[in-house]
């Protein structure tokens, strides 16, 4: 139903560097319909036997989570902000 998996791309070589994409999908699978999102993670760099690993960082990915937090933020303080004007109402 839910599934995280991680895989890596078809490596390409140019001369003696050898680069492979990896990316993360999430999936899920209902009876009815499914969703997958995929992202960029990392990449594998392989030059003169030597292995490198560069992460990706997805900041698209990383602003999206931020306005989601500051959202539930205003969200939370508005509520509060609310309660407290009804309860100095009934006072």
Known sequence: MLRLTTTAGQPTTVGDVTVTPEAR???VR???AGFV???PTAVHVQRAGEVQH???VDVSRVAQLGLLAATLLLVLLGRGVDARR???RDD
Do not use: G, T, Y
Request: aromatic letters at 26%; hydrophobic letters at 60%.
């Open 86 to 88: 009804k309860e100095k």
């Open 25 to 27: 999908a999430f999936v």
């Open 54 to 56: 560069l992460r990706i």
């Open 30 to 32: 209902l009876p009815f």
């Open 37 to 39: 999102w995929n992202w």
